[in-house]
């Protein structure tokens, strides 16, 4: 006889059965600026700038600076790693793991026009979210997160106008497609729990804890692939009163991906062998709906010198919107058909002085530092998302001859250590210490002016 469940008795579990994403798309949490090399050495401080093509990205407004055609290409390596120190609540026990240091590609494009002596247009493609973590298939972690990668694409128009010749003001439309894949472990011990049964389980000889890292008896593989393609929109503005001072605002729209997906299993044979229902950890499709946060950029820059800038440069992200992750199954293959988790963010900002010192006509030396706020607190935080407050450290430098110019960036980010309370039982987050996490960021590129 197949073990009875009904649906209402797994709702309190539905949450810690499914795999929850803690973002869909480095920036606070999930948020990525890694759009120039240039941008990179100056930690973003490219909002009063906006002198080069990523102002596309940076601030729109500001590719009334640039006359005739001009193209940018970009490549950036991204490397993060971290140790976290877990406890299992039922020995107690400590174990230190690391994940795997993987390197990723960020590559960023842009291109401006000059259309008249007032209007310009500017086009880019880059990066705006992005995510990728792994962790071993087996390590403690693997009832909240094994792997997860987050692949997103923006392709972004903006017309800019220069209403006068110190001001100007842009606007553009984002079109941003987002594919997914999650993955990590169900313990199908918890029906039994859900149900009343684990005497069911006594009886086989079975383990009867929740998430229990020591055994993998009841494990069953959860893989999760999704894709979305939404827009957004972008309003920015540039005001340069003498070439001493210029200043800059930009903004980028929130946006709510609405997601299709596929859910599957891969049971132990311990699991194979247990009398449950057909419906559970059968493949199903599902949707999955998100919102992740708007942004506001500012900047101010002053040229104490002719031959150097200092820009001080802000950066307020919205992520009290991301405030829940819900999936909706086509069949209940976790228990119930919707399982919603909190994330409850909270909104940051980013702050950062930059300066860049034109040594030589055809150098330019560039150096930043950035302190930023994470939005995630210890009751929220993940092994999907290693995150806490971070401090980052950039340093790079310009060639340029005639209308060639070639940029490198490199920064290091150093986060705080994070100490967190337990969560085993419920979603499978352990009490963990976060330690030694930090990233290195590397990237170059290069530009021609037509």
């Known amino acids: 006889m197949k073990l009875k469940i009904k649906p209402g ?31 990179e050495a100056l930690g973003a401080g490219m909002v009063a700038r906006a002198d080069d093509p990523s102002a596309v990205a940076y601030n729109p407004a500001g590719i009334t600076q640039l006359s005739g055609y001009n193209v940018q290409t970009t490549s950036t390596m991204v490397t993060v790693q971290s140790t976290v120190e877990t406890k299992n609540v039922y020995d107690g026990s400590w174990d230190s793991n690391s994940n795997d240091r993987e390197y990723h590609i960020l590559p960023t494009a842009f291109i401006t026009a000059q259309v008249s002596e007032k209007l310009f247009l ?19 972690g693997r009832y909240s997160t094994t792997s997860a990668e987050l692949k997103c694409f923006s392709g972004n128009g903006n017309l800019a106008y220069k209403i006068t010749d110190s001001f100007s003001v842009a606007a553009g439309i984002e079109v941003i497609t987002a594919d997914v894949t999650l993955e990590n472990t ?9 149900t009343g049964q684990t005497g069911a389980l006594t009886a086989m000889g079975l383990p009867t804890t929740v998430n229990d890292p020591s055994t993998n008896l009841l494990d069953v593989k959860h893989h999760l692939k999704g894709d979305a393609t939404e827009t957004a929109y972008n309003l920015a503005l540039h005001y340069k009163p003498s070439d001493r001072i210029s200043m800059g605002v930009s903004y980028r729209s ?12 891969d049971k132990s044979p311990t699991v194979n062998a247990l009398p449950l229902p057909d419906y559970l950890y059968a493949p199903t499709n599902f949707k999955s709906e998100i919102t992740v946060p708007d942004m506001l950029f500012t900047g101010i820059m002053f040229r104490p010198k002719s031959d150097l800038t200092l820009e001080f440069t802000t950066l307020w992200t919205n992520f009290s919107v991301y ?15 919707t399982a919603t ?46 995150d806490n407050d971070r401090n980052m450290f950039s340093f790079g430098a310009g060639y340029k001859k005639n209308r060639f110019e070639c940029d490198i960036g490199y920064m290091y980010i150093l986060f705080d250590d994070l100490d967190t309370n337990s969560r085993q039982t419920v979603d499978g987050f352990l009490q963990t210490n ?10 170059m590129n290069i530009s021609y002016t037509f």
């Open 122 to 140: 500017g086009f880019g493609t880059f990066t705006r979210f992005g995510l990728g973590v792994n962790w071993d298939k087996d390590w403690p």
């Open 323 to 337: 405030d829940k992750m819900e999936f909706v199954y086509d069949s209940p293959a976790i228990g119930v058909d």
């Open 186 to 194: 169900l313990d199908a011990t918890r029906i039994f729990h859900a």
């Open 434 to 443: 976060y330690r030694d996490a930090d990233a290195h960021i590397l990237g």
């Open 9 to 39: 008795c797994l709702l309190a579990t539905a949450f810690l059965s499914i795999f929850m994403a803690a973002s869909i798309c480095h920036g606070a949490a999930f948020a990525l600026l890694e759009w120039s090399a240039r941008g």
């Open 254 to 265: 929130r946006v709510t991906f609405k997601a299709d997906g596929r859910a599957t299993f």
């Open 341 to 386: 988790m909190a994330k409850n963010y909270s909104d940051t900002w980013r702050l950062g002085l930059s300066a860049e010192w034109n040594v030589k006509p055809w150098l330019a030396l560039r150096a930043a530092y950035v302190y930023d706020e994470s939005p995630i607190d210890e009751n929220h935080t993940d092994y999907l998302c290693l």
